[in-house]
């Protein structure tokens, strides 16, 4: 009989992070075929020249206090549609502005709820008083139609452990896309293998093509493609997968007198055209001493889920990259901060019930994954996942992961791996350290406490959490006494 140990003391902290629906972006408005979208530019421009300014201005009053740049917006989606308009018409500066007001709409991203934090410190310190750290937190937020993205707040959480949040800006804005990154060919033709592009075809797509290249030096090489004798099919099929790649790998670049809080990562490719869900953050210290955010996200298109990974030096630009292998499945993949005995390191749920650890020499490449732990207490016999990146102490790798019991109940537990060997867990809790309280049951999906990442500072974990996939709290929990209950489970 294991003997049970005392659960450690978290302490709840009073601040609720709720959703402001308030808080929206443009986004371009498309409403239907090129018949329609013709259709509706002709009765706009039949319309006379004191119509179009009357309906502008009050496009402006109604709506530019509501955005930044809000006459680049709606001349970005004028761009969008301005192959449809007529060659007969010469359009005045009014008439364009009008035009992609009609072919825009907006979008409030956060709406329905703001869950599922992580949290890491902030690249920039300075300024700071000591023994207190900035931080940045992520979150999952949804809208209409449930689609994600990730938004960001700031704060700094002091000597005290009090935790002060930045004042939340009323805007909110999607960055700029990079339209011609630079892409490595290694990658590109190994995730190419994966997706079952015919070997033939795709060594002559990538013939030609440095170890980078654009997007403008691979058009060149698949208009190359499409004279060849290679069968129609064959060379459909490289063409649609390599430029479906392409679009799954970006950069987007925000501008820095943007604050924190105005920046959202809104979904830009086919396979995330649903939603961005669940991003772990993690500090990663490379062997060189050098340091990157990464995050690893779920991508929903509406039917399939596909593991991505984002990588930023300074919540600034940000590069999104596909992740390849066969151990790329299901969610819930988090990067260790470090890399171990050479080789970088990964937890994922491969079955969506067990927990798995996974190595690779290889950001972006996984093909093996192995069996961490699987549910042993009657609160997490449906399924167990990690709660965000493991963190290192003295004692081990310290993991925070979720458990799922009956009334599908959602709570959160500790374990400890080995800090050389994190395949093997060398003690965990026999109690969750978190689970809903009296005011945590209800929301838009009951009962359920889950968090994405969390972080040390000063002798204390700090956990971010989602509450009922709706709204978020922050916990705080002594490491000593939480690291003397893993370390006595050890013995028992």
Known sequence: MVKEQPRPLIKRRPTLLNAESSRVITRPHIPGDRARIKKLIIR???LSHDDVHHLLEGVFQDFSGRHRNFRGNLERNFERISENVPKRFTLTSEQRLLLGAYFTSEYSVEAAALFNPSIVP??????????????VMSFRATGE???SSIEFRGGIVDKNHDIYFDPVSHYVATPEIHTDPVYQRHHFRRKLEELGARDRVMNHLLEGLGETFT?????????????TKYRLKDKQHAIDTALWLVRSNYEVIFRPDQPISERVLFPVSENESAGIEDARFVRFVDDDGSVTYYATY?????FAILPQILETNDFLTFKIHTLSGSAVQNKGMALFPR????????????DGVNSYIMFSHSLRFWNDADLLQEPVHPL???QVGNCGSPVETSDGWLVLFHGVGPMRKYSIWAELLDIDDPSKVIGRLDEPILTPDEHERDGYVPNVVYSCGNMIHEGTLIIPYGIADQRCRVATLSIADLLSQLNASMQT
């Open 122 to 135: 902030h690249p920039d310190q300075k300024g700071v008083d000591k023994g207190s750290l900035r931080f």
């Open 145 to 147: 139609g449930h689609v």
């Open 339 to 350: 890399k171990i005995h050479g080789r970088y390191v990964m937890l994922s749920r491969q």
């Open 44 to 46: 706009i421009l039949k």
């Open 298 to 302: 779920t991508a929903y298109n509406g």
């Open 380 to 382: 997490e016999f449906v």
């Open 215 to 227: 997007v403008d030096e691979l058009e060149l090489q698949i208009k190359d493609l499409r004279s």
